[in-house]
T-cell receptor, first 114, second 114 residues
């Protein structure tokens, strides 16, 4: 079952613009992760942010986490056509058996136009 | 080698057929996962193996039968599937331990049940 919602469901921007995607979740988490999926292919991990972190950067990506509001956002700066993909947040619960269970949000489909 | 491979890439099967999906990783990961993804939806967890033992079965119908013959291989045996089982099946792996880890996804098997 989905953990939460992402908005917007779809986002269309021009190259060079910034793209912001939001994710809300319902239950307590250990961490939150963001993944990208190009059309019909496997997911690629972008960033993992721990529950005690508020902000994290990786290249053109900036992720924030507000555990009091149970929400996270992903900002892609200076977007490129190659950033066109679906973006998913996933809440992450670690189990004692050493594995983690990801529950994905609905995703945001981003289209970046040249 | 940071790759998860899945075979076949595409599979078309009838409702009376038996087939298997295969997943392989050589990263030394001891947690492996099967997900099902319908079009324009997020991945949904089906099974988790930790140290070659089935740790999570998300109430998946018995026509799906997972198997983890060794720490590098994960199979999903399919029998008497229904057309609604048509989807992208994704395999993933991660280290197993006390920390939170990203999951590495394969490219998926696109399954069509006729």
């Amino acid at each position: 079952s989905q953990q939460g919602e992402e908005d917007p469901q779809a986002l269309s921007i021009q190259e060079g613009e910034n793209a912001t995607m939001n994710c809300s979740y319902k239950t307590s988490i250990n961490n939150l992760q963001w993944y990208r999926q190009n059309s019909g292919r496997g997911l690629v991990h972008l960033i993992l942010i721990r529950s005690n972190e508020r902000e994290k950067h990786s290249g053109r990506l900036r992720v924030t986490l507000d555990t009091s509001k149970k929400s996270s956002s992903l900002l892609i700066t200076a977007s490129r056509a190659a950033d066109t993909a679906s973006y998913f947040c996933a809440t992450d619960v670690l189990f004692s058996g050493g594995y983690n269970k990801l529950i994905f949000g609905a995703g945001t489909r981003l289209a970046v136009h040249p | 080698d940071t790759e998860v491979t899945q075979t076949p890439k595409h599979l078309v099967m009838g409702m009376t057929n038996k087939k298997s999906l295969k997943c392989e990783q050589h990263m030394g990961h001891r947690a492996m996962y099967w997900y099902k993804q319908k079009a324009k939806k997020p991945p949904e967890l089906m099974f988790v193996y930790s140290y070659e033992k089935l740790s999570i079965n998300e109430s998946v119908p018995s026509r799906f039968s997972p198997e983890c013959p060794n720490s590098s291989l994960l199979n999903l045996h399919l029998h008497a599937l229904q057309p609604e089982d048509s989807a992208l099946y994704l395999c993933a792996s991660s280290p197993a331990g006390t920390e939170a880890y990203e999951q590495y996804f394969g490219p998926g098997t696109r399954l069509t049940v006729t």
